[in-house]
């Protein structure tokens, strides 16, 4: 959690979770559940989703991945809130608006509908702009992303318009087992990804002269975990590689001018410059 907003929705998340725990022990302790206890169970839990997405889509707001989609994931999350209350507390709404009215039941369930589609997403587009590819990788991210933009546009037609034809809801199941599958495959190609970039760095190898901050003394030490000969004193070495700004990868002994994975031009500084 890098950001003041992301510790503040995951703190809201950890609270909604806990109040849906101590609701649902009460329940269980009781023997019986009422409908108040539902509505405040169902009201907790409808947060708590709320929350993890509000989370997904900070995280390519705060690393500004495909920008703009991390604020644009933000905005159905108000109204999808909104809705889900009016839906589990209907006493909220004006007595004409009442739950047996049908035609605001239908109103109602539709733009739930509608909202949540949207809400789920554009954050999982989101965060499949976060997984770090090898370029020839790259189309699999991008495919899933049309798909799951197309299976959110088939079923927002299909319930707009009340669409009963057997072969567009074929086409959205369809369409619904690509887009799960390419989501499943983008998070194992970033992994896979990831495995020769860190066999690369061998910095762990190398050897620097350090003088112990407790006898002074000059001694040929290790990166990493080492101990002075002389007094004992133990002390951790790290070394920070250069990566690449855009795609993370490590540019140790590199002497290419732009990054091997992505192209991208690196900025080295100047060794003459004071």
């Known amino acids: 959690m890098q950001s003041t907003t992301q510790r503040k929705l995951l703190l809201g998340f950890i609270a909604s979770i806990c109040l849906c725990g101590i609701i649902g022990i009460y329940c269980l302790a009781v023997g019986d559940m009422s409908r108040l206890q539902e509505r405040i169970l169902g009201t907790t839990a409808i947060v708590a989703v709320l929350f993890i997405l509000a989370l997904a889509a900070a995280l390519p707001w705060h690393r500004r991945t495909w920008h703009p989609i991390g604020p644009i994931s933000f905005i159905p999350l108000l109204p999808t809130l909104v809705l ?50 090898k370029r020839q990788w790259e189309w699999v991210r991008n495919t899933t992303a ?15 318009f009340e669409i009963r034809v057997d072969e567009w809801w074929r086409l959205t199941g369809v369409t619904a087992i690509l887009a799960t599958c390419g989501t499943i495959t983008v998070p194992i190609l970033h992994r896979v990804s990831s495995i020769p970039r860190h066999q690369e760095v061998h910095t762990a190898e190398l050897m620097l ?66």
């Open 209 to 274: 002269s350090i003088s112990c901050p407790r006898c002074g003394r000059t001694e040929k030490l290790p990166a990493g975990r080492s101990q002075c000969p002389h007094c004992a004193l133990r002390f951790l070495i790290q070394i920070e590689e250069e990566t690449c700004r855009r795609c993370g990868y490590p540019l140790y002994k590199i002497e290419s001018a732009v990054c091997p994975e992505c192209g991208t031009p690196i900025a080295r500084e100047d060794p003459t410059e004071a």
């Open 84 to 133: 889900a209350l009016l839906e589990i507390w209907p006493s909220l709404v004006q007595d004409r608006w009442t739950n047996a009215n049908y035609e605001y039941r239908k109103v109602l369930n539709e733009a739930m509908a509608i909202s949540w589609t949207i809400a789920v997403a554009l954050p999982l587009i989101g965060l499949l702009s976060l997984a770090r590819l």
């Open 146 to 160: 049309v798909f799951i933009l197309a299976l959110s546009l088939e079923l927002i037609l299909g319930i707009l």
